[in-house]
T-cell receptor, first 114, second 114 residues
Framework: NAGVTQTPKFQVLKTGQSMTLQCAQD?????MSWYRQDPGMGLRLIHY???????DQGEVPNGYNVSRSTTEDFPLRLLSAAPSQTSVYFC?????????????FGDGTRLSIL | GNSVTQMEGPVTLSEEAFLTINCTYT??????LFWYVQYPGEGLQLLLK?????DKGSNKGFEATYRKETTSFHLEKGSVQVSDSAVYFC?????????????FGTGTSLTVIP
């Protein structure tokens, strides 16, 4: 019953450093997405993917890259971390084929940029 | 466009009180509607959903009815418990030209005191 697994759970970076947030799901979901959660702003979509080899930008993509080489994995890369990227990051997945499919979320990665 | 508006928090209730969290939406087409709950330090969990007008979603004593005429999906519970303390998110899933996208409200924090 793993569902959506995110690693690491916590991370502190210095400005300018790079890192990759990992996300894996074992439900064979085609659709995967990354959100950031900031106080008072709800969840904002960063990038999403409708299947292996296909990615697209969401509402706030700047400063982040993604790739989708397998159905299971959808890593999020910060190329040069900035303090404005301090946030809680959530990965989610769901089945496609109709808008009645709920999203399943990981437990999040809490990222601080100093 | 698509958007979700939910009542501002925080909300503080005594145990066994009646809960209502208001949610209204704007959507093109025929969206599905969801309530998610987020406990401290965790990801979002699906609480309930409704996929068409007049549907009632229910789970763990919570209910919400999809009201197309008022574009609303208010969350209710007759008697809250301390364990219901969490942040609640209203969301919709609506077709777009790139597939179905989720739109979240900003969340409502609920604290239940004994």
């Amino acid at each position: 019953n793993a569902g959506v697994t995110q690693t690491p759970k916590f991370q502190v970076l210095k400005t300018g450093q790079s890192m990759t947030l990992q996300c894996a799901q074992d439900m064979n979901h085609e659709y995967m997405s990354w959100y950031r959660q900031d106080p008072g702003m709800g969840l904002r979509l960063i990038h999403y993917s409708v299947g292996a080899g296909i990615t697209d930008q969401g509402e706030v993509p700047n400063g982040y890259n993604v790739s989708r080489s397998t159905t299971e994995d959808f890593p999020l890369r910060l190329l040069s971390a900035a303090p404005s990227q301090t946030s809680v990051y959530f990965c989610a997945s769901r089945l496609t084929g109709g808008n009645n499919q709920p999203q399943h979320f990981g437990d999040g990665t809490r990222l601080s940029i100093l | 466009g698509n958007s979700v508006t939910q009542m501002e928090g925080p909300v503080t209730l005594s145990e066994e009180a009646f809960l209502t969290i208001n949610c209204t939406y704007t959507a093109t087409g025929y969206p599905s509607l969801f309530w998610y709950v987020q406990y401290p330090g965790e990801g979002l969990q699906l609480l309930l959903k409704a996929t068409k007008a007049d549907d009632k979603g229910s789970n763990k004593g919570f209910e919400a009815t999809y009201r197309k005429e008022t574009t609303s999906f208010h969350l209710e519970k007759g008697s809250v418990q301390v364990s219901d303390s969490a942040v609640y998110f209203c969301a919709l899933s609506s077709p777009t030209n790139t597939g179905n996208q989720f739109y979240f409200g900003t969340g409502t924090s609920l604290t239940v005191i004994p």
